[in-house]
């Protein structure tokens, strides 16, 4: 298999950092020409007005990419104390000579000068947040290779809880744990309640861990004994529990079950939750994310802390999830559109469920899997149903975003989104143009397509919100489950999306199911190999379906220009430019060179400032130095922040 012939290929970003500062006449004259509200960086005979000081802040850098694509070099920006960028220019060379120092202020002028490579700020165009900071508040599983390693990991969690207070907020904290990630094709079977209850220490403790796509959940026995055995149905519509090699799991729809009894986190915890995600998103580059499923009773605790707390520093994009999947909810107090002017909450879209996850055999597909004939996987609503649903949330004014990932129920979704752009749009206008221009109609996931269907997402324009990372970490057993034709033809498209069907994918990571790192999301698209190991599923150097690689400029777009056309704010986020929100993202070296040993570069990038709304809300030297504060400046301290 061929790696795309433009996979490699510089493009913009490669000249970004190449183009000279040199042509210092050209921009002096730019600069003076520029509207009077903002400062002369030249003439020390030209003092700043009262307020062109108070409203406006200059930046500059060594290179400034303005957006993925783009041949316009900058190096220096302004800023409103309203946070937009309000002018970005090439300065003289000489504003960028800052001595022995990584940086200089300028009061009189109110310039700031820095070394460092700045790139458009990074969203994540599907994550869950109060889940990612659940987790890192919770049991890590991912990568356990053993049972053994599963029970480990919660026992030492359970100590640790018992020292910091952390776990459950009811009952004996020390006997509640809750954690993500293990694997049954890891693990080497499907887990079940015995093995945790074989291991003296976790006997009789309240203990439930998702699988890695958090489509199934493992539980302890001391959960089991909660639920009447009478009142387990053999089958659960949409759901599975698995009952070999014994209870303990519950998949999909049957996950219900069992996540109703456990402990609910109050406002002030779930906050808690929110404000360690949003602190690590910053430190990889993370300006926004579209939330992919926020209960209305979650919207509440968004719309309260993001209007009252100084620490809401993420913009979020919100999908509505009712708190029963798949119904009609938007007259709930709380699940009412919000947009905020600053950009840092808005909810004007809702989360619908067609099917499960390809790992755990619950994808919903048109033939059975090639590894287990007996099914095609689960579709958790009906096709009329999920028509009606579409319809519905439309007609009220919201966009309609379904999760996909199997060839049916992508077909499924396709047929409903189809069928509310027919009730929406006006006869005689073309409904690609009526969705690209007004709805704006999503398919979460969307991994396995039919080529039938593919041609309908051109044809109708519906956007498709994909996860590179999903790809290499299926990669392992996709094959197996899918045959090599369907493969090969209709599973984890990318290049052919952008190339064949004119279709700009929204990228993302699924955070906290795989990694929030973007450059992570990069490397795989670009390179399709795993990025923790950068090997391919064998273990070799070669990609997986490199026919479906992207360039770095279109996986950069995919996480910046792709997201925000996903959301209404195109010229808003994602670039630099006269208007947009003044988010950036400072790195070491210019991307590009990270990229140009095959994309090996990208998977090791530190982010070295984070700025959102012309605030900076992550520095990597200041939290180095914090560290080895905590650390009572002891010799050693790692960086890896």
């Not at 499907?190 to 009789?204: C, I």
């Not at 001391?222 to 053999?234: G, Y």
Request: a negative charge.
């Amino acid at each position: 298999m061929a790696t795309p012939s433009n996979s490699n290929s510089p493009g913009a970003l490669y000249w970004a950092p190449r183009i000279s500062l040199g042509a210092l006449a050209i921009a002096f004259l730019i600069h003076l020409n520029h509207p009077a509200s903002s400062f002369s960086l030249f003439s020390p005979s030209i003092t700043p007005n009262a307020e062109s000081v108070t409203t406006a802040k200059t930046y500059c850098y060594t290179s400034i990419l303005t957006e993925a694509g783009s041949h316009k070099q900058a190096d220096c920006f302004s800023i409103s104390p309203d946070g937009k960028f309000t002018k970005v220019f090439n300065s003289a060379e000489d504003v960028l000579i800052v001595g022995d120092n990584d940086y200089k202020e300028d009061g009189g002028n109110n310039l700031v000068t820095m070394r460092g490579h700045v790139i458009p700020g990074i969203w994540d165009g599907h994550g869950h947040l109060i889940q990612y900071g659940e987790f890192l508040h919770s049991v890590d599983l991912f990568g356990a290779m053993s049972a053994e390693e599963v029970r480990t990991r919660v026992r030492e969690y359970l100590k640790d809880a018992e020292k910091e207070g952390e776990g459950s907020d009811v009952g004996s904290k020390e006997n509640w744990a809750r954690g993500v990630g293990w694997d049954q094709m890891v693990l080497g079977e499907m887990p079940s309640a015995a093995m945790l209850e074989s291991d003296p220490a976790l006997k009789g403790k309240f203990i439930m861990l998702d699988r890695v796509d958090v489509h199934c959940t493992w539980v302890s026995q001391a959960i089991l004994d909660l639920i009447p055995p009478e009142s387990l149905p053999e089958d659960v519509p949409g759901g599975e529990i698995i009952r070999e090699p014994g209870m303990g799991v519950f998949c999909d729809n049957a996950m219900d079950i069992v996540t109703s009894l456990w402990p609910r986190p109050d406002a002030e915890r779930k906050k808690t939750f929110l404000k360690s995600a949003m602190k690590e998103l910053h430190k990889v580059g993370l300006v926004g994310m579209n939330d992919a499923g926020v209960t209305p009773t979650d919207l509440k605790v968004f719309e309260e802390a993001s209007r009252n707390e100084d620490w809401w520093t993420l913009r979020v994009y919100a999908m509505i999830e009712c708190g029963e999947r798949n119904v009609f909810c938007p007259l709930k107090a709380d699940a009412v559109k919000t947009i905020h002017e600053d950009g840092m909450l808005t909810i004007r879209s809702v989360k619908l469920f067609a099917d499960g996850a390809l790992g755990s055999w619950g994808s919903a597909m048109i033939d059975p899997y090639s590894d287990k004939p007996s099914t095609r996987g689960s579709l958790l609503v009906n096709g009329s149903t999920l028509e009606s649903l579409a319809r519905s949330w439309s007609n009220a004014g919201y966009q309609v975003n379904i999760h996909a990932i199997g060839d049916l129920a992508n077909r499924y979704a396709i047929d409903a989104l189809e069928a509310a752009l027919r009730d929406a749009c006006p006869k005689g206008t073309s409904l690609k143009d009526c969705q690209n221009q007004s709805h704006r109609f999503r398919i979460e996931h969307s991994q396995i397509i039919h080529p039938t269907d593919q041609a309908r997402i051109r044809d109708l324009g519906i956007i498709l919100s994909i996860q590179p990372t999903h790809a290499t970490s299926d990669m392992a057993y996709a094959e197996s489950r899918l045959g090599p034709n369907r493969t090969a033809t209709e599973a984890y498209r990318m290049r052919s999306l952008i190339h064949d069907l004119q279709v700009q994918p929204v990228l993302g990571s699924d955070f906290p199911v795989e990694p929030p790192n973007p450059f992570e999301g990069m490397y795989a698209a670009v390179t399709r190999k795993n990025p923790h190991t950068g090997k391919n599923a064998d273990g070799g150097d070669e990609g997986w379906y490199t026919e479906e690689a992207l360039s770095l400029d279109e996986a950069l777009s995919g996480f910046t220009k792709g997201v925000a056309g996903g959301m209404f704010t195109e010229g808003k986020t994602g670039v630099i430019r006269e208007g947009a929100f003044a988010d950036w993202v400072v790195l070491d070296e210019p991307l590009v060179l990270a990229a140009l040993d095959n994309g090996e570069g990208l998977r090791k990038i530190k982010v070295r400032e984070t700025w959102v709304g012309g605030r900076k809300v992550y520095d990597r030297e200041e939290e180095k130095q914090k560290k080895a504060a905590a650390a009572g400046g002891k010799e050693g301290v790692s960086e890896d922040l």
